[in-house]
């Protein structure tokens, strides 16, 4: 009988799910604590040119034990330059992810997130809730070369507190991930929206970046995302970075 294949979650680089547009398809082991946060700058250029700010990007997940884990993600403070200038709280989020199984090779499983609407009405809440639902997985081309996906489905409000308004899109991406020397590891992916507003077109782009872990416990990272094409008269992208810190086993 050939032998059970190694955990593919068992290294802290599996577990982090940012700083990419993908989900990672590992759970949290049972009584584990994994704290991610972040900033972004989000700068939009063209007509109504505008800098986004958000920070810290919290995402507090919990290993509730048999492969699921319960997501927190925290209100992060916003930025918005521009005329008028705002700062506000965004809306938070609440979820679970089950780590379905995995081989050899293949790792796979679901989560999905609950939107509070709890954030500055009309400038960064969705005002309403709302749910995304994902597939994840990821696949190990060689012992250097891995490949990761999502699969998602959102539905989420986009209108404002005096005239509410429902949207849903599909949300895929699919990246490369390369291990490096020293623990360091860099990315490439692509990902779309369906749609990104009652009424509106989809979207498409691209992300790339890098993790280094320190250590068991620590981990830091650093991404660039851009959107292609034009929307609305605006061309958007965004650089970001963070770390993530695992408390437990």
């Known amino acids: ?12 680089s599996s577990l982090v799910s940012r700083p990419t547009f993908s989900t990672a398809a ?28 958000t920070f810290p990007q919290g995402n507090l997940r919990v290993g509730l034990g048999r492969n699921v884990e319960f997501d ?24 679970l992810k089950y780590e379905i199984g995995y081989s050899s090779r293949l790792l796979y499983g679901v989560n999905a997130l609950y939107t509070l609407p709890v954030g500055s009405a009309n400038v960064f ?33 986009a209108g404002s507190i005096a005239a509410p308004a429902r949207y849903h899109d599909f949300q895929p991406s699919l990246g490369v991930s390369i291990s490096l020397p020293v623990n360091f590891n860099v990315f490439l992916e692509g990902f779309g929206v369906s749609s990104t507003g009652a009424g509106l077109s989809g979207r498409y782009g691209y992300d790339t970046g890098f993790q280094k872990d320190i250590g068991s416990r620590l981990q830091v990272d650093f991404n660039y995302f851009n959107y292609l094409g034009v929307q609305n008269g605006k061309h ?13 086993s």
Request: glycine fraction near 16%.
């Open 125 to 157: 809440s969705e005002n309403g809730d709302g749910v995304l639902a994902n597939l994840n997985g990821a696949f190990v081309v060689s012992p250097n070369v891995g490949l990761f996906a999502s699969v998602g489905y959102n539905a989420q409000n």
């Open 236 to 248: 958007q992208h965004a650089i970001g970075f963070g770390a993530a810190y695992l408390i437990g």
């Open 72 to 95: 927190l993600n925290p209100q992060s403070v916003g930025y918005l330059s521009g005329s008028p200038r705002q700062v506000g709280i965004t809306d938070g989020s609440i979820g």
């Open 26 to 53: 590992c759970a949290v082991k049972k009584g584990d604590l994994l704290l991610e946060s972040g900033y972004t700058n989000l700068t939009s250029s063209g007509v109504g040119a505008s800098s986004s700010i």
């Open 1 to 12: 009988m050939p032998p059970a294949p190694s955990d593919p979650c068992a290294a802290l």
